[in-house]
């Protein structure tokens, strides 16, 4: 179904008239329903409506027609971000939209509509959107060039479904493994496959390895038992490869936090997305700049991925 996307804000009274990226700090991702299916049929129509918000009162200003050409968040934080630019002001205050919509004093920072929602309520203020905007509400708009395309969508069934289904913890740890694989790492699965305590795996890649425990849970938080088990696994893997330098890592599908620095914390948002760099880059891709953030320490989430790993 059509969609139109709400998008609100108090900064100044500018803010949309230029292209750019909108952020909400301290907001998540989370809190706009049908997320993965918006950010999939980006670009979307969207409006910006300026607002009442820390004492400053824009709501009198004209809301903007945007076209929103794609959505994003932060993988640790979960701040969303809304990449868009202005296709027309309207000819009707802010505070008059926001009335029609609900309550003109208490408006989402951002929300999404139908679109014969929204086109009732621009036709009864009169209103005569830009055809930019018009076009973008077919659904058939664009559905057969890249910008109807996420990165999601690179990405096969069989490794999406690690982080959004129900599967046995098993299972995970075969999924992990392959998908560590096709991202480009040589591993050795231990876990449930090999009698006794050994970690899940170690993947290697170009003498750094990285002896991993699967936790097959979100929001994962490692226990004081959970941290002693990694490192006790990273000792014993030391006296066999010696000559590798080695790192302790957790996998999960997602943490509660990404602070822990003694224990390297990898998500499978980010493990699908490198491998969406790798399928990108072709023989371009260099693993090894993994290196780096390992020695490092660093996070390794969407944002430094496409830092690291330039398309």
């Known amino acids: 179904m059509c969609k139109v996307l709400l998008l609100a804000t108090g900064w100044n009274d500018t803010y949309w008239d230029s292209a750019k990226e909108a952020e909400y700090p301290g ?3 989370e809190g706009l ?15 910006g409506i300026y607002i009442k918000q820390k004492g400053k009162d824009f709501s009198s200003k004209h ?12 993988s640790n934080s979960k701040m969303p971000y809304f990449d868009f630019e202005p296709l027309g002001s309207s000819k009707t ?15 989402p920072l951002f929300s999404v509509k139908d679109c014969s929602e929204i086109l009732t309520i621009l036709q009864s203020l009169a209103e005569t959107p830009p055809s930019a905007w018009e076009d973008l509400l077919s659904p058939e708009q664009d559905t057969t060039t890249q910008s109807r395309y996420t990165w999601e969508d690179y990405i096969g069934k069989y490794f999406l ?7 046995s913890n098993n299972e995970f740890e075969d999924r992990v493994r392959a998908l560590l694989t096709a991202i480009g790492f ?8 090999v009698p006794g305590e050994y970690p899940d795996g170690i993947a290697f890649v170009e003498g750094y390895g990285l002896v991993y425990d699967c936790k097959n849970s979100t929001d ?16 014993d893997e030391k006296k066999a490869y010696g000559s590798k330098t080695l790192f302790p890592v957790f996998i999960a599908k997602s943490f509660s936090s ?33 290196k780096k953030l390992l020695d490092n320490k660093t996070t390794l989430n969407r944002d430094i991925i496409d830092k690291e790993w330039l398309q």
């Open 63 to 74: 809301f903007v027609y945007l076209k929103i050409k794609g959505m994003r968040y932060d």
């Open 220 to 235: 994962y938080r490692p226990t004081m038992d959970d941290k002693r088990a990694i490192l006790r696994y990273l000792e």
């Open 186 to 193: 040589e591993v050795e699965q231990r876990g449930y496959r």
């Open 258 to 290: 990404y602070d822990e620095k003694d224990i390297y914390h990898l998500d499978i948002e980010a493990l699908n997305y490198l491998l969406y760099k790798k399928i990108c880059l072709g023989s371009k891709f260099n693993l090894s700049r993994i």
């Open 33 to 47: 329903p049908e997320w993965e299916s918006l950010a999939r049929n980006c670009p979307l129509p969207g409006i």
């Open 27 to 29: 907001k998540s991702y």
């Open 161 to 167: 479904d690690i982080k959004d289904t129900n599967i």
């Open 93 to 107: 205050p802010s505070h008059k939209l926001a009335g029609r919509l609900g309550d003109s004093k208490s408006v």
